[in-house]
């Protein structure tokens, strides 16, 4: 019984760690209507940072910050050679990421490890007293809900308003005077930096970087997003970052569900392409219904 309790907590702490990447991909996905590959390059850039801040003995706190400044900075390269280079919003997602993987050798190599004396965000001394594991439920829980909520206070203010309004009606957009472009770059920052920030939170809980630990991140995303708007598309009460919440801990439970049942560890991003195939094929289908009904 102790046993399953553990992997249910561990399940959930790592969906909610995950949604962090997930409302980033909610932004561009369905906010900006922007298939954005930066995010399988931002995702490790959080991480490398985060691994050589803390090494250094910067506070883990201060190192999340750092970390989403710099995914800010790769969204807005992603967002100005798309938008001043009118470079394809998928080739300019693939050229930043490309770029992203050779600066993340360059700051970190190809794997850097954290020692257990380094403090991390789940070393916080008032949880002390619990165990790891508890203490790793409940910071990524706060982090999940916290940004959350900023990110629906963000999508009520007028700048959010804008960003919502580019993905459904750019022209909109331009006859209110506003740049649409600029409003482009600013959702690829705010994303790239929610991307980059759920990269730190990740090397602080594993106590690690990996220069492959980006591929497939953009895939998992979107599969969540998915997941968690088609579930809960007729709930109108439903705010949709909390169906990107709860669609990040359904998919991880699927992935531990196929490890439970003895799947080998190197066949998990197969089972994560062929898990987010189904969920495309079964939302197309649901949406090609609600159409025709």
Known sequence: MSTLLDLCISTLTQGFVYALLSYGVYITY??????????????????AVTAVLLLKGINPFITLLIAMLVGALAGLVTGTIHVKLGVRDLLAGIITMTGLFSINLQIAGSNLAVERSVD????????????????KFI???????????VLDWYLKT????????????????????KDKGIVK?????????????????VCQ???AFSSTMGTGQVVFGLATVIIGTTLFRKLSFFK???????????????????????????????????LFLVVLVLGNRQKGAVEHA
Do not use: H, W
């Open 30 to 47: 369905k906010i900006l209507d922007f298939p954005d590959l930066t995010v399988d390059g931002s995702f490790p850039l959080g991480a």
């Open 120 to 135: 991390t965000i789940f070393s916080i001394p008032m949880l002390q007293d619990m165990p790891l594991m508890y203490r």
């Open 139 to 149: 910071v990524s829980l706060i982090l999940a809900v916290l940004v959350k909520l």
């Open 158 to 177: 007028k700048n959010g308003l804008l960003l919502r309004a580019v993905g459904d009606n750019a022209a909109l957009v331009t006859t209110l005077a």
């Open 185 to 201: 770059i600013q959702g690829l920052v705010i994303a790239n930096a929610l991307v980059a920030l759920c990269g730190a939170v």
């Open 205 to 207: 809980e594993q106590r």
């Open 240 to 274: 949709a970052t909390t169906a990107v919440l709860i669609g990040s801990v359904l998919y991880k439970m699927c992935i531990q569900i196929a490890i439970s049942m003895g799947l080998p560890a190197n066949l998990l991003k197969l089972v994560t392409a062929v």
